[in-house]
């Protein structure tokens, strides 16, 4: 099955500055990875995900890339905002058939310093 | 006001007893998901269903069971087979067409402490 790994595992950054998150992933087949955020004491809430047929994404302050040769792809939030900190988790959904399973990075605790 | 709801949202039970978590959704999404989420573990998938009346395990089913008798409804059992049953629990719905690049919607959670 698929393997998600995530770094770093909390990441602390000034309010203004660039946060990024990478994951990386084994089941080369896999094509689908979304971002989700989780605030304190809610479920978590998709912000963004990739397709394996693209390269990188962006929407506002949010960007996702994908290395598929590396099995790679990471997180880029800019001009980073204390409403930004929270724990924020990659996944990735193995292709094939009709499995709709998403494998999840454990997290990554951003906290925004104003 | 669609969405998935989660019921209680805080559960405690004495050690040996079964203990059931409900969750509800109004979005009209075929499957359905639980998780579970320790400190620093990320989100394991516990049990699925994409079609009432099937499901199927997950990474740690072990423990746990489900029923799938309405589109909307997706109870989880902790019973006490399950060694560790304190945790987090998140149940996710989506849509299950389109290839599977299908935004799941978590709910809000059920905190289970078992005594």
């Known amino acids: 099955g698929e393997n998600v790994e995530q770094h770093p595992s909390t990441l602390s950054v000034q309010e203004g500055d660039s946060a990024v998150i990478k994951c990386t992933y084994s089941d080369s087949a896999s094509n689908y990875f979304p971002w989700y955020k989780q605030e304190l004491g809610k479920g978590p809430q998709l912000i963004i995900d990739?397709?394996?047929?693209?390269g990188e994404k962006k929407d506002q302050r949010i960007a996702v890339t994908l290395n598929k040769t590396a099995k790679h792809f990471s997180l880029h939030i800019t001009e980073t905002q204390p409403e930004d900190s929270a724990v924020y988790f990659c996944a990735a959904r193995e292709s094939g058939g009709s499995n709709y399973k998403l494998t999840f990075g454990k997290g990554t605790l951003l906290t925004v310093n104003p | 006001d669609g969405g998935i709801t989660q019921s209680p949202k805080y559960l405690f039970r004495k050690e040996g007893q079964n203990v059931t978590l409900s969750c509800e959704q109004n979005l009209n999404h075929d499957a359905m998901y639980w998780y579970r989420q320790d400190p620093g573990q990320g989100l394991r998938l516990i049990y699925y269903s994409q079609i009432v009346n099937d499901f199927q395990k997950g990474d740690i089913a072990e423990g746990y069971s489900v029923s799938r008798e309405k589109k909307e409804s997706f109870p989880l059992t902790v019973t006490s087979a399950q060694k560790n049953p304190t945790a987090f629990y998140l149940c996710?719905?989506?849509?299950?067409?389109?290839?599977?690049?299908?935004?799941?919607?978590f709910g809000p959670g059920t905190r289970l402490t078992v005594l």
């Open positions: 996710a719905s989506s849509i299950a067409r389109g290839g599977g690049y299908n935004e799941q919607f």
């Open positions: 990739i397709r394996s047929n693209v």
